[in-house]
């Protein structure tokens, strides 16, 4: 056997002529009869075609890029946002509603907020119908929805709950409104732009209400006579253009003041109230503490029957009674607990463990904390009855 070197190529291989260089790959042949034999050997250390290897790099932890995160952020500040504004909301709700009872009908019924701005009168020209929409405001609220609750109470088996139940319903709203003002409020002033008309508010009703007092001015002028009437008679196109001017002007004045007052009326008579009458069943039992003040209120509206007196001799009567009677005496401590229910299922899509735990936990503790309430208010309540009923 006879060993040869392969150095170039296979077609300078034979038998007799072997390359005098040595190569890199050996090849091994053996009795060769001819050049052909020696052209079908192959390299071993060459392959035709090297097979293409690929290399597995190790596999990373997935990381969350920056913007997932940021948006996980806001997600949850936002949440945080729905959550506190709600908890103030049902608790704020429950307090106005108290407030108006209060105002409806343990108050002088009479309007005098308005009273306050009587030194715009002097400036009449300018002035007046800013003047006149609050008065009719502060009328309509304070006398003749007093009226209007008196009739509510007396012509209805209810009563005082009656006119309980329906200032709940509107307080919800009404909290909104609150809420929605100051948030936008503080908006422009963070942002130093003042535009009234983009706060929210019964800006359609001051609208509204403008433009009837606009015409009842021209029809009271033109009712009463004098000067104004006999110049509007004889200059008709002077007192339309005239009119147009004075309207035009003072429509900006008015609506852009009017949004602002509406909202400290509305929001003072919401939160702090009228003053009592010195003859009221709320002076006769408050006690001048602030839970003192819920109570009170809370026993007036409930001290009554619902719908049956109690009677020795009528049991089915009796069960009716006490049950509407149970239900109403709790009724604001169920309707703060169904407000406060939803919190806990909104806290648990917080992203963050920091802000998910603690949240739940808040709301917890003021749901027990009503519950909690409603058991120790209760022999309490017991005695301003007994002292109502005195």
Same mark, same amino acid.
């Given at each position: 056997?006879t060993?040869?070197w392969?150095?170039?190529?296979?077609?300078?291989?034979?038998?007799?002529?072997?390359?005098?260089v040595?190569?890199?790959?050996p090849?091994?042949?053996?009795?060769?009869e001819?050049?052909?034999?020696?052209?079908?050997?192959?390299?071993?250390?060459?392959p035709?075609?090297?097979?293409?290897?690929?290399v597995?790099?190790?596999?990373e932890?997935e990381?969350?890029?920056n913007?997932? /995160?940021? =948006?996980k952020?806001?997600?949850?500040? @936002?949440l945080?946002?729905?959550?506190l504004?709600s908890? #103030?909301?049902? *608790?704020?709700?429950?307090h106005v509603?108290?407030?108006?009872?209060?105002?409806f009908?343990q108050?002088t019924g009479?309007?005098t907020f308005?009273k306050?701005?009587?030194?715009?009168?002097?400036?009449?020209?300018?002035t007046?119908?800013f003047y006149?929409?609050i008065k009719f405001?502060d009328?309509?609220?304070?006398?003749?929805?007093?009226?209007f609750?008196?009739i509510?109470?007396n012509?209805?088996f209810?009563k005082?709950r009656s006119?309980f139940?329906?200032?709940?319903?509107?307080s919800?709203?009404?909290?909104?409104?609150?809420?929605?003002?100051?948030?936008?409020?503080?908006?422009? /002033?963070? =942002?130093?732009?003042f535009n009234?008309? @983009?706060?929210p508010?019964?800006?359609?009703l001051?609208? #509204?209400?403008? *433009?009837?007092?606009?015409?009842?001015?021209?029809?009271?002028?033109?009712?009463?006579?004098g000067?104004?009437a006999?110049?509007?008679?004889?200059?008709?196109?002077l007192?339309?253009?005239?009119?147009?001017?004075r309207?035009?002007?003072l429509?900006?004045?008015?609506?852009?003041g009017l949004?602002?007052?509406?909202?400290?009326?509305?929001a003072?008579?919401?939160l702090?109230g009228a003053?009592?009458?010195?003859?009221?069943?709320?002076?006769?039992?408050?006690?001048?503490?602030?839970?003192?003040?819920?109570?009170?209120?809370?026993?007036?509206?409930?001290v009554?029957?619902?719908?049956?007196?109690?009677?020795?001799?009528?049991?089915?009567?009796?069960?009716?009674?006490?049950?509407?009677?149970?239900?109403?005496?709790y009724?604001?401590?169920?309707?703060?607990?169904?407000?406060l229910a939803?919190?806990i299922?909104k806290?648990?899509d917080f992203?963050?463990a920091?802000?998910?735990y603690?949240?739940?936990g808040?709301v917890?503790?003021?749901?027990?904390?009503v519950?909690?309430?409603?058991?120790?208010?209760?022999?309490k309540?017991?005695?301003?009855?007994?002292?109502?009923?005195?």
């Amino acid at each position: 056997m006879t060993t040869v070197w392969n150095k170039a190529h296979k077609e300078s291989f034979s038998v007799s002529n072997r390359p005098s260089v040595p190569s890199l790959v050996p090849i091994i042949t053996e009795n060769f009869e001819s050049e052909d034999q020696v052209d079908n050997i192959k390299d071993l250390g060459l392959p035709e075609e090297a097979p293409n290897i690929e290399v597995e790099k190790p596999v990373e932890p997935e990381t969350e890029s920056n913007e997932k /995160i940021q =948006n996980k952020v806001d997600d949850d500040m @936002s949440l945080l946002n729905t959550i506190l504004v709600s908890l #103030v909301s049902v *608790f704020l709700t429950l307090h106005v509603a108290y407030t108006w009872y209060y105002n409806f009908t343990q108050c002088t019924g009479e309007a005098t907020f308005y009273k306050k701005f009587d030194f715009l009168t002097s400036f009449s020209f300018i002035t007046e119908y800013f003047y006149n929409i609050i008065k009719f405001i502060d009328v309509t609220l304070q006398e003749r929805f007093v009226s209007f609750s008196k009739i509510l109470i007396n012509n209805t088996f209810l009563k005082d709950r009656s006119l309980f139940v329906l200032l709940l319903l509107i307080s919800g709203s009404i909290v909104t409104y609150m809420i929605k003002f100051v948030k936008v409020f503080v908006t422009q /002033i963070m =942002n130093k732009k003042f535009n009234p008309k @983009s706060l929210p508010g019964p800006n359609s009703l001051i609208a #509204v209400l403008y *433009f009837a007092f606009v015409l009842y001015g021209i029809f009271n002028n033109f009712m009463e006579g004098g000067p104004v009437a006999s110049f509007m008679t004889t200059n008709p196109i002077l007192s339309i253009l005239a009119i147009i001017i004075r309207v035009a002007l003072l429509y900006v004045l008015t609506t852009n003041g009017l949004p602002y007052l509406i909202f400290i009326y509305i929001a003072y008579y919401s939160l702090v109230g009228a003053t009592a009458k010195p003859d009221s069943l709320y002076a006769k039992v408050a006690d001048g503490t602030f839970i003192g003040h819920y109570r009170a209120l809370h026993s007036i509206i409930n001290v009554n029957h619902v719908v049956y007196e109690m009677q020795d001799n009528a049991p089915f009567k009796n069960f009716v009674e006490s049950i509407l009677r149970g239900f109403f005496k709790y009724y604001p401590y169920i309707a703060l607990l169904f407000g406060l229910a939803p919190l806990i299922i909104k806290s648990l899509d917080f992203n963050m463990a920091y802000l998910k735990y603690p949240f739940i936990g808040v709301v917890l503790v003021s749901i027990i904390s009503v519950i909690w309430l409603a058991i120790q208010e209760n022999p309490k309540l017991l005695i301003i009855y007994n002292t109502l009923k005195a």
